[in-house]
RNA sequence: AGUCCCGUAGCUCAGUUGGUUAGAGCGCUACACUGAUAAUGUAGAGGUCCGCGGUUCAACUCCGCGCGGGACUACCA
């Protein structure tokens, strides 16, 4: 007779098969359709606030593994942070004006981007960052990130732009915006000067030339080496074309220079440099005549090489000696240093250079040539002049343009600054950083480091899609307009027009009738024309949307970004918070780290190892990338390949088996009616609720700590190993064989529902689809349940309420030692073809002392968990029995058990056979037959 | 070039203030089961803890010097 159909066998809609790239789709439909996020708003109204405010990714482009981690990071931690009762919500961001996607309309443009009205090319500009939005916005849903999507924030929002231009009036009427005339980094391509951020560093081959600059006072009380006639400073540079732009050579005020007899004439230079100089100029007759100090130099002058104008003879420290001649040519309009020493010896800020990197009349005899090609030409008249000593050329690091990856140029223009100085931004800027909590903590050194070193701020921008910088300063006398009357006039126009206001209307627009000049009386004015460095826009973020939104709160609880922010997002918000609040955005930041290949390297296109996130969607699904992005530690680099994807497809296999194997055997089990105290279960039942109190306080603090890839190991080991190769395995007998309604199949299915419940509430932020899925399916939920009674809207389970039992911990790690001995014996046994199925076995154990005593007395329980038919501890020495290493004295022996294997349960008993009605079966299962038996009739 | 971070099994991660034979899960190999079945169970093989020196009775752990990867800062006239 076949008693299969008398045993509760598992029973469950939830397939194996997970279908991920077809069921995810359906889901995120419904949760779409019932706005699954505005429900748990409602629900969470009055719970504690949590903010994570979102730093906006760049409005250009398909999103990449990079902004899919981080998205998908916040959601895991808005999640999780939800499911710990807090009111969690997210408005997803993005930032929408700047270069990049005016450089594309410009390309998309070509010819007409010449004479296409500012206006026009303002509204392309906002069409192009609409698109991707439109297409970010999609790709983000995909995984699963839930959040208001509906109402996200645009930088380029209108009442965003005039939240802009307010914040940035709050910086101007505080006195702290000034205008200076500066040396940045310049794009003669894109006509625009460029924050640091806004360069990279490529080789580049540029000039080497050594220039002589005749010195024209008598030098002769400095050293007696340098009285005779034709005595010269050597520079070195590699962009001859400063030279036109030349006010000064450094020396350092410490080192020892030489004079150096070259045939007739005589030469400066640093002693250290004279040998590797005359090497690489190809020199070998030449005598040092003298050394010296510089410090006499200071203030004395030489002669412009090839101009008609001096240069002075100035000292600064940065001088080294580790190339060059230790004589550096100085151009305080072309370089930073050279800037610093210019203002201390008051020379001119000279850069005679004009926005496409053409001379200017200020260049003499070179106005009108193009740089750097002009390179060439200068370096021919000098040696023309006699005065180039040698020519090569050098490969080194150049900056470059990071649009347009053109060289660009260190070039002083009047540009508006922030000033790190002023109401002393910087030093509240340092303090503020030390009450933020920095993860990981060198975070804090880092941005420390920057505030610290950083210029004041260049806000100006030379282009078009951006919000203006709201000067109107005087046209006669240059004097600037600071009234509240006026910012509010801009900020009525801005919140309704948005800031194409500012480029649409006249000065006269914005200005009270009849205004004039405080300063000279002038009742003329003009309209600044650059915009704001797009740092500006998202840095005001805390105020424009944390502030504004009637759901958020500044400053915010976290911000969480790629570490590459600190010199972004978390410095440009820091700056504008401090400047006009006193005080940082937020109270933590937390970094995370790259995402690079399987070997650490750095994905780029030309490589050709970019991972593209919708490729492992569509491979694996969402919920792989989610539980992915869980399993990685993402304080360092985070790798991803194909090996890493599928081996997380694999965790998740084992995850989604173990809860199917759980819902299978819960299908008859109503918690309300069958559930049995916890009093009341079976010492393994207790065990295994000691172990999932364990797992939950784990996971709950793993949340808690943002520390994701602690829940995924835990949850790993918990199903593999807890669950599915040990507890299921064993509670299998109770849950097939013993009667459906008997108490030793009811305890575990206690246990089962309990530890599945909150297994899904433990997984759900990370595996959001699973757990909603398993949970309709453990709740019988249909599909027109309200989503209310989803997984999302259940909280942590909380750990360990359960009490110690003394004792049971220990007993039963001394079981389980015992039980992973016996289960080597069984393999030996199978080897050896004395058994196959472990049922099929009686364990026989030799040992002596307490440990005997403690096996005895633990048997039942011991046979149990090792699911063999027979287990006893017998006398004497075993016959070829397998002999312990790990626990010291123990033999075990393995032979097949005795009396005859039960057709129902598969265990091997001597009572098989005693019921004549069912002869097959032992009498345990006899009992259970004719209970059914005499259900049927009755 | 400087500063910082990282380097433990094929992969993802643990590894307490230095203290027995360095762990887990997955993967891999073999076997078993066929009532979790495109599953499940069991066992096994995998490590120069990046390398070299040093401190110490004792170093994966502390120190120094390298190598590899990454980030940041500076680019140097």
Redesign the pocket.
């Known amino acids: 007779m076949?008693?299969?159909a008398t045993?509760n066998?598992?029973q469950t809609s939830f397939s194996?098969?997970a279908n991920l790239t077809q069921r995810e789709p359906v889901y995120l439909k419904r949760w779409e359709k019932e706005d699954l996020y505005a429900q748990l708003e409602e629900q969470a109204a009055g719970k504690p606030l949590y903010v994570l405010h979102d730093g906006p990714p760049y409005a250009n482009g398909h999103i990449h593994l990079g902004t899919a981690f981080n998205k998908i990071l916040k959601d895991v931690i808005l999640r999780s942070r939800r499911m710990a009762g807090f009111n969690a919500p997210y408005i997803p961001g993005w930032d929408c004006h700047g270069l990049p996607i005016e450089h594309n309309v410009d390309l998309e443009l070509g010819e007409k981007k010449k004479t296409i009205p500012k206006l026009s090319k303002r509204g392309a500009c906002r069409k192009y960052a609409e698109k991707w939005i439109k297409t970010q916005k999609a790709e983000f849903k995909r995984l699963g990130v839930l959040g208001d999507w509906d109402k996200p924030y645009l930088t380029m929002d209108y009442a965003y732009e005039a939240t802009i231009a307010r914040e940035f009036n709050r910086f101007l009427l505080s006195g702290s915006v000034i205008r200076n005339k500066k040396p940045v980094y310049w794009c003669a391509t894109c006509t625009t000067a460029l924050a640091?951020?806004e360069v990279e560093?490529h080789d580049h081959r540029?000039p080497?030339v050594y220039v002589k600059f005749p010195v024209v006072d008598d030098f002769s009380e400095i050293s007696p080496a340098l009285a005779a006639g034709d005595v010269s400073v050597v520079?070195?540079?590699?962009?001859p074309w400063?030279l036109p732009a030349n006010l000064a050579v450094?020396f350092h005020p410490d080192f020892v220079y030489a004079a150096v007899k070259v045939e007739d004439e005589t030469w400066i230079l640093a002693q250290d440099r004279v040998v590797p100089f005359m090497a690489e100029v190809g020199i070998d007759r030449y005598e040092i005549a003298g050394t010296f100090s510089a410090r006499g130099l200071e203030n004395r002058r030489c002669r412009h090489p090839f101009l008609d104008r001096d240069s002075l003879l100035v000292l600064a420290d940065?001088?080294?000696?580790?190339?060059?001649t230790?004589c550096?040519?100085?151009?305080p309009g072309h370089?930073?240093?050279?800037y610093q020493t210019g203002l201390r010896y008051g020379l001119d800020i000279f850069s005679p250079v004009d926005n496409e990197g053409v001379y200017t009349s200020e260049a003499g005899p070179y106005a009108g040539q193009q740089i750097p090609a002009v390179n060439k030409v200068i370096n021919q008249d000098m040696r023309n002049l006699g005065v180039l000593i040698h020519q090569s050329d050098?490969n080194?690091?150049?900056?470059h343009c990071w649009r347009c990856k053109k060289p660009v140029m260190?070039r002083a223009t009047p540009q508006w600054f922030i000033s790190m100085e002023i109401n002393d931004l910087r030093a509240k800027s340092l303090d503020n950083i030390k009450k933020v909590v920095w993860t990981?903590a060198?975070g804090m050194?880092?941005i420390y480091?920057?505030i610290e070193?950083?210029p004041d701020w260049c806000l100006s921008r030379q282009r078009s899609w951006g919000v203006p910088i709201t000067i109107i300063s005087c046209s006669d006398c240059g004097e600037i307009i600071k009234s509240e009357k006026l910012v509010q006039r801009i900020d009525e126009l801005f919140r309704q027009e948005g800031a194409d206001a500012w480029f649409r209307h006249g000065v006269e627009t914005f200005l009270e009738p009849g205004t004039t000049c405080g300063k000279c009386g002038s009742a003329s004015f003009t309209k600044e024309e650059d915009i704001l460095d797009v740092w500006f826009d998202s840095g005001v973020s805390h105020a424009a949307v944390c502030e504004q939104r009637e759901e958020l709160r500044s400053p915010a609880d976290l911000y969480l970004e790629g570490?590459?922010q600190?010199?972004g997002w978390f410095h440009s918000a820091l700056l504008t918070s401090v400047g006009t609040r006193g005080r940082a955005p937020y109270h933590g930041v937390l970094t995370h780290?790259?995402v690079?290949d399987?070997?650490?390297?750095?994905m780029s296109k030309s490589v050709g190892n970019v991972v593209a996130p919708g490729e492992v969607i569509e491979k694996f699904g969402a919920e792989i990338l989610r539980l992915w992005v869980a399993?990685?530690?993402?304080?360092?680099?985070?790798?991803v390949?194909d090996?890493?994807l599928r081996?997380v497809a694999?965790?998740y296999?084992?995850i989604r088996?173990?809860i199917?194997?759980m819902l299978?055997n819960l299908y008859d089990f109503d918690p309300a009616s069958d559930r049995v105290p916890r009093s009341d279960l079976p010492e393994l039942d207790r065990w295994a609720l000691g172990r999932y109190d364990e797992l939950v306080g784990r996971i709950v603090g793993a949340y808690e700590r943002f520390?994701f890839?602690?829940v995924?190991?835990a949850l790993?080991?918990f199903c593999?190993?807890t669950?599915?190769?040990?507890y299921?395995?064993i509670i299998?007998d109770r849950l097939?064989?013993s009667g459906a309604d008997s108490q030793p199949r009811r305890a575990a299915q206690t246990v089962l529902y309990e530890i599945l419940d909150g297994m899904l509430r433990l997984m759900s932020p990370i595996l959001c689809f699973t757990a909603a899925e398993a949970w309709e399916s453990l709740y019988a939920l249909s599909d027109s349940a309200p989503l209310t009674r989803s997984v999302f809207f259940a909280e942590f389970p909380s750990a360990g309420d359960g009490g110690e039992e003394s004792g049971l911990d220990e007993r039963w790690a001394r079981l389980i030692r015992l039980r992973?001995e016996i289960?080597?014996a069984?393999?030996i046994a199978?080897?050896d073809k004395i058994i196959?199925?472990?049922l099929e076995a009686e364990v026989q154990l030799q040992v002596g002392g307490e440990l005997a005593a403690f096996i005895e007395q633990e048997r039942q329980a011991l046979k149990e968990i090792s699911i063999v038919s027979a287990l006893q501890v017998v006398d004497g020495t075993l016959e070829g029995a397998f002999v312990s290493d790990e626990i010291e004295g123990l033999s075990i022996r393995v032979i097949q058990a005795p009396g005859s294997k039960c057709?129902?349960?598969?265990t091997r008993s001597k009572t098989v056979g005693e019921l004549r009605a069912h002869p097959e079966i032992c009498g345990r299962c006899a009992d259970v037959v004719a209970q059914m038996d005499a259900g049927q009739e009755g």
Request: hydrophobic share 25%; aromatic share 12%.
């Open positions: 076949d008693y299969r045993l066998l598992p194996m098969k640091e951020a560093y540029s080497s520079i070195w540079t590699t962009t400063t450094a940065y001088v080294t000696t580790e190339a060059g230790g550096v040519h100085t151009a370089g930073a240093d050279d050098i080194h690091s150049y900056p260190y990981p060198w050194q880092r480091a920057m070193g950083r570490s590459d600190h010199r780290g790259y690079v399987g070997q650490g390297r750095k399993s990685e530690d993402y304080r360092d680099d985070v790798k390949s090996e890493i081996q694999d965790a296999r084992k088996n173990t199917r194997y299978g520390e890839h602690s995924y190991q790993n080991l593999g190993t669950m599915s190769a040990f299921l395995d299998k097939y064989a992973s289960t080597k069984l393999e199978r080897r196959g199925h472990p057709e129902r349960c598969w």
